[in-house]
Nanobody, 113 residues
Framework: VQLQASGGGLVQAGGSLSVSCAAS????????MGWYRQAPGKQRELVAS???????NYADAVKGRFTISRDNAKKTVYLQMNSLKPEDTAVYYC????????WGQGTQVTVSS
């Protein structure tokens, strides 16, 4: 299964953005899917995850602002990002949790102050 994220862009602080991750095959077999991000000079970090039964977890830095969802039929994972901050600037990727697939293409999110 290959993953491709899309939907990133440039947004002002306080704005919103929605990113999507399309899989080339079924994600039904992966119980937990997640969104990760990597800022310049920093390690990749997990910011949100969702299980097949809808259980969601968020990193403290994004809790209350980001919402993750998945549509197994469409083989897609989504991340709705609200109240964006400059520190949310990063390349965003999706993968299983724990990571088991190739990283694929991420999508750049840039938040200007």
């Amino acid at each position: 299964v290959q993953l491709q994220a899309s939907g990133g862009g440039l947004v002002q602080a306080g704005g919103s953005l929605s990113v999507s991750c399309a899989a080339s095959g079924s994600i039904l077999y992966f119980n937990v899917m997640g969104w990760y991000r990597q800022a310049p000079g920093k390690q990749r970090e997990l910011v949100a995850s969702v299980s097949n039964v809808g259980s969601r977890n968020y990193a403290d830095a994004v809790k209350g602002r980001f919402t993750i969802s998945r549509d197994n039929a469409k083989k897609t994972v989504y991340l709705q990002m609200n109240s964006l901050k400059p520190e949310d600037t990063a390349v965003y990727y999706c993968n299983t949790v724990p990571m088991r697939l190739g990283w694929g293409q991420g999508t750049q999110v840039t938040v200007s102050s």
